[in-house]
């Protein structure tokens, strides 16, 4: 079954701390990545989507990710955190003929200290 | 433009009571998804609809759930009877045509006693 990992379940760093939280797909065939965040007390929104082209993905707010097709990898990238980036972040993968089944990861709780 | 409304935001009942959960998607949305989200398991896809028409509920748990779509623009999801276990945060998301892109709504977070 297809599956979506994210690595670190807490995050904590530092304003101005540069972020990386991991994330890899478990399909070989073609997908399209998301991450969401949700910040305390929201609902879900979308960060950043890569359906194809350009593998690096800008989105809102100074977050970027990769896609890397030979790792199963989109790494969500900042170069500088803000306490307001406190939130839990979702990697989440959709996978071409699968009936739309929306895979997310666990998420990833990121706590940034001021 | 309003976003996906769910209701209520806050439900406690106690074990075995019917618990009903309502969804207004975004007008023109044709996909409508229920998700649950706990800490164990994270967010899990529950049942969704094309069209008003359910396409896959291999996500819900049990007999004792079932959702329905009356019309384009609203969805129940209905426990009966709750269980302690059902306590979790439950979000209705609603897309367009792409399909790949949900916009969810802001939760109704469930306690069953």
């Known amino acids: 079954a297809q599956s979506v990992s994210q690595h670190n379940h807490h995050v904590i760093l530092s304003e101005a701390a540069s972020l990386e939280l991991g994330c890899n797909y478990s399909y070989g065939g073609t997908v399209n990545l998301f991450w969401y965040v949700q910040y305390p007390g929201q609902h879900l929104q979308l960060l950043l989507k890569y359906f194809s082209g350009d593998p690096l993905v800008k989105g809102i707010k100074g977050f970027e990710a990769e896609f890397i097709k030979s790792k199963f990898s989109f790494n969500l990238r900042k170069p500088s955190v803000q306490w307001s980036d406190t939130a839990e972040y979702f990697c989440a993968a959709f996978i071409a003929g699968s009936n739309y089944k929306l895979t997310f990861g666990k998420g990833t709780l990121l706590t940034v200290n001021p | 433009d309003a976003g996906v409304i769910q209701s209520p935001r806050h439900e406690v009942t106690e074990m075995g009571q019917e618990v009903t959960l309502r969804c207004k998607p975004i007008s023109g949305h044709d996909y409508l998804f229920w998700y649950r989200q706990t800490m164990m398991r994270g967010l899990e896809l529950l049942i969704y609809?094309?069209?008003?028409?359910?396409?896959?509920d291999s996500g819900m748990p049990e007999d004792r759930f079932s959702a329905k779509m009356p019309n384009a623009s609203f969805s129940t999801l209905k426990i009966q009877p709750s269980e302690p276990r059902d306590s979790a945060v439950y979000f209705c998301a609603s897309s367009f045509l792409d399909r790949r892109e949900l916009f969810f709504g802001e939760g109704s977070r469930l306690t069953v006693l």
């Open positions: 609809f094309n069209n008003n028409v359910p396409i896959d």
